[in-house]
């Protein structure tokens, strides 16, 4: 998944808005003005060192993630770490550098607004719920 593509799709979640609270080089995505993603370019907008096929910089996404399945992702794909300048226990940071297939990080994004949108209160749920 390009960054473009995983842009579209945060913001196709419902409700979501894509803010720059940190700077014009991260992007952080929130629902009812609570974040469940960020994308940036490497460690929150400096670069990571490495390059893709076109000499672009990696694009690094953090996503909220419940603790265990958090461990079992960064144990199958090497492009999965703890979360960069996040509670390393809930959030995990996505290397877009293609190894990792679009279907599974469309669902750490579902999984991440979910974890979001569970801890809201009833009536914040129900308006986004209409929407899904």
């Known amino acids: 998944m ?3 593509a995983a842009k579209k799709y945060l913001l196709n979640k419902p409700e979501t808005v894509l803010e720059f609270p940190f700077g014009a080089d991260v ?3 929130k629902v009812k003005r609570k974040m469940f993603a960020t994308l940036a370019i490497g460690k929150m907008g400096k670069g990571d060192g490495s390059n893709n096929d076109s000499g672009n910089k990696h ?3 953090n996503l909220k993630c419940d603790p265990d399945e958090a461990a079992i992702l960064r144990d ?5 770490i703890p ?6 226990a809930l959030w995990n940071t996505i290397i877009l550098d293609g190894s ?3 279907g599974e990080i469309e669902r750490m994004i579902d999984n991440s607004f979910k974890l979001v949108v569970d801890k809201m209160t009833k009536k914040d749920q129900a308006s986004i719920l209409l929407h899904l």
């Open 2 to 4: 390009d960054v473009d």
């Open 27 to 29: 992007c952080v995505f």
């Open 59 to 61: 694009w690094w996404m």
């Open 76 to 80: 199958i794909f090497a492009a999965v």
């Open 83 to 88: 979360g960069y300048h996040m509670n390393k």
């Open 100 to 102: 990792i297939p679009r």
